[in-house]
């Protein structure tokens, strides 16, 4: 079977289901919610909900588990399987990654909650569409993720520091870009820092903790936005006995337009 | 007859109109929109309004006269004259400076046609009012406003580059002014620029053309918005035989809650 990028998110979604998709969603269904992936036994939920609470900006909440054990996320879209939908999980245990697979239904425990976060592909989109140029889909690679020292609040056992994505621009592309992310604040909203790096704790900005390196141009100025990748540092740090989360770039297609996520 | 700041719109301007008071406005009538000032031959003023309305980030509307001739401007305020209610006036005459006066109801004409603009004094309430500093407020000075080499586009006679003002701030605060201040289109709206000074033509930050220096600490980055000198020195290149502003600083204090002008 063949999948085409403008298929509905329910066809993607059923051919990811049924094996004949496992790669990167990035560009897929446009003009849909794509999401980030957390899975928790129920006694870790509660810990891990406060983090995203109180982390918004890394950590938006799309949506979660109505209970412990539910796996299809009714809100999110029409018959999605928790277990079987998404292209590529990651497993761990005790903080450490385990392994890749494409199915989770052999480890799936009816305890799970599942969090369903914000994802930088609907401002992406956004920032398309008013004519900005987002470099790291120009340069068709990962966009360049960093660790920084901006410390994340504690909840419990979840701590960390915030990670951000970075994107290149001109400052009054820069400008344009915040306005544009205000209206999206479940996609991570308005970028967290411009300009020096070494402000925010990073000390080469041409080597990224995660992804691929992009190129800055004269007269452009870096710009971070706060990144999906936190919330899986902070659970590595808190070492829950298991947790499953999305593969970088495989993630949950859903049925919300993205246009719903804005506030304005 | 003592002024306090306190007092209400209406009570400034009638002790501005009686000579009780001829100073700078800044930190009057705290709420309050005030506006900057051009006062036109009705012959030139159809060229002027082009300008401002294909210039609107230097140049927002907020008022003007109902027909040539008319001096009151209701939609701005009760019983507001204009040819006496501005604590001082700038009269230009072929472009040049001719003098500075406290009422120009000897040198109105019935056919002069009144511009009232938006003024920073209002997003920078604003960005008080949210916890952020304003350098030059904080400074107790004028702020510091540079010619650039960014062009407005031209309408008729009037034409020139866009003047800007900067204020210093740490990149988060920034990102946060750029929100506020979206919300505030006919006051310039969004910052046009920060960062490298060179960029927008600006050769030495610490020397501006008009108003005074401020502190730029470390961390913190220029921030340049739209200023509403701009339409002088466009007034000042087209020539008019005769046009009439305010002094810098001494503004038109009108009946507007700043709040009216959020679009938002």
Not at 44 to 61: H, R, S, T, V
Not at 119 to 136: H, K, P, Q, T, Y
Not at 207 to 223: H, M, R, W
């Amino acid at each position: 079977m063949t999948i085409e990028k403008t298929m509905s998110p329910y066809a993607i979604r059923q051919a990811i289901r049924h094996g004949d998709f496992t790669g990167n969603t990035s560009g897929m269904a446009q003009g849909f919610v794509q999401c980030n992936l957390a899975i928790l036994p129920a006694d870790w939920a509660g810990d891990f909900l406060q983090f995203c609470q109180m982390n918004p900006k890394p950590c938006p909440i799309v949506g979660m588990s109505a209970k412990p054990g539910d796996f299809q996320l009714q809100a999110l879209g029409q018959d999605i399987d928790i277990r079987t939908d998404i292209p590529k999980y990651r497993v761990f245990k005790d903080g450490q990654y385990v392994e890749e697979v494409t199915d989770i239904s052999a480890q799936w425990r009816d305890d799970f909650v599942v969090f369903a976060l914000g994802c930088s592909f609907s401002f992406e989109e956004a920032l398309i569409a008013d004519g900005l140029e987002v470099r790291n889909i120009t340069e068709k690679v990962n966009v360049p993720m960093y660790r920084t020292n901006l410390a994340c609040q504690t909840a419990g056992r979840f701590s960390g520091s915030m990670v951000v994505s970075m994107r290149p621009m001109k400052p009054a592309d820069a400008i344009r870009a915040i306005q544009i992310c205000s209206r999206f604040p479940s996609v991570h909203g308005a970028p967290v820092h411009f300009g020096s790096p070494e402000q925010i704790g990073i000390r080469d900005i041409h080597s990224p903790d995660y992804g691929d390196a992009v190129t800055i141009k004269e007269g452009e100025v870096p710009v971070f936005w706060a990144c999906g990748v936190t919330p899986q540092v902070a659970l590595e740090q808190a070492k829950p006995p298991v947790c499953i989360t999305h593969s970088p770039g495989h993630m949950l297609i859903t049925d919300l337009p993205n246009s719903r996520l804005a506030v304005l």
